[in-house]
C-alpha cells in the first residue's frame, strides 16, 4: 500500500455468480489484506454476477468505508449514474508513455492516453483524490461513467490509467515479469505511485496549463471499435 499501515482501508465485493472474477479469487484478495494488517470490509452476494452491483453502487460504498475506517470525517453525497460531470468540470487525458518516461520505467501494459477528472470547485479549494482502476479489456473513458458524477458530487479528483487490456498484463510463465509489476518497486506501482505523487503535489503552480493541454472531446481518445466491437464492425473499418 502506498499508506502507513495504521491508514489501510480496504472494500472487497465478490458476486457468487461472478464467472469473470471467481469467488475464490476474492476470498483469497480478503485474506492477502487481512494477513497485511489491513482493515478489510468483505461483502458478498449469492444473486449477483459482475457488473450490476459494479454500476450502480460500488462507487459510494467503497469511497464511504474507506472515508468511515480512516475517521476523515467525510460525508458523500448521493449520485445518479450518467455524464453530467462533464459539464461540471474537466475530463482531459495525459500522455501515459510521457509519463513513465519522466519516471524512468518501461510499463508495456499502457496503452498512450490515461485520462483525469477535475471538478470546477476544485479551482479554488483542496479536494480528495481516487485512483480509479479499470478491469481487463475496459476503456477507461466508459468506465468513466461509473465514477464521473460520484466525483462530481463529491469533489473528488479521479486519474484513470489506460491499460491495453490487463494491467497485470499477460505475464503466465514468467515469474520475473509478474513480480515486477506487483512489487513496491515494480515498474507498474512505480508508475501508479508518481501518479499519486503528481496529483497530490503541493505545487499547483503549473494546473491551469496542465488542464488547458489535456482537452479533447470525451470518448474519441482512441479510435472506434478499440474495445467491444464485434465482428461486422472490425469489417466495415
Not at 489491513?38 to 472515508?67: F, N, R
Not at 477535475?118 to 482502476?133: D, G, R, V, Y
Request: aromatic residues 14%; proline residues 3%.
Amino acid at each position: 500500500s502506498l499508506l502507513s499501515s495504521e491508514t489501510r482501508a480496504a472494500y472487497v465485493f465478490a458476486g457468487e455468480q461472478d464467472e469473470t472474477v471467481l469467488p475464490w479469487a476474492n476470498a483469497q484478495m480478503r485474506q492477502y489484506y487481512e494477513e497485511a494488517g489491513v482493515q478489510v470490509k468483505y461483502e458478498s452476494d449469492p444473486e449477483l454476477g459482475h457488473y450490476p452491483y459494479w454500476e450502480e453502487t460500488v462507487a459510494m460504498d467503497i469511497g464511504q468505508y474507506c472515508y468511515d475506517t480512516l475517521e476523515a470525517g467525510i460525508t458523500l453525497n448521493d449520485y445518479t449514474l450518467g455524464t453530467e460531470f462533464l459539464t461540471q468540470g474537466a475530463f482531459g487525458k495525459f500522455d501515459q508513455f510521457e509519463f513513465a518516461n519522466e519516471l524512468d520505467v518501461e510499463v508495456p501494459e499502457l496503452r498512450q492516453w490515461g485520462f483525469y477528472y477535475f471538478p470546477n470547485a476544485c479551482q479554488t479549494k483542496e479536494c480528495q483524490f481516487q485512483l480509479t482502476i479499470h478491469g481487463c479489456g475496459m476503456s477507461a473513458e466508459e468506465f468513466a461513467v461509473s465514477f464521473g458524477n460520484y466525483a462530481a458530487a463529491n469533489d473528488i479528483i479521479l486519474v484513470l490509467p489506460q491499460a491495453i487490456n490487463c494491467f497485470m498484463g499477460d505475464v503466465e510463465g514468467d515469474e520475473e515479469a509478474a513480480w515486477n509489476q506487483v512489487a513496491r518497486d515494480g515498474s507498474m506501482m512505480t508508475f501508479m505511485k508518481g501518479i499519486f505523487d503528481r496529483a497530490t503535489s503541493s505545487d499547483t503552480s503549473s494546473q491551469e496549463s496542465d488542464l488547458a493541454s489535456g482537452e479533447y472531446v470525451y470518448n474519441t481518445a482512441y479510435p472506434e471499435c478499440t474495445w467491444n466491437c464485434d465482428e461486422d464492425d472490425e469489417e466495415e473499418l
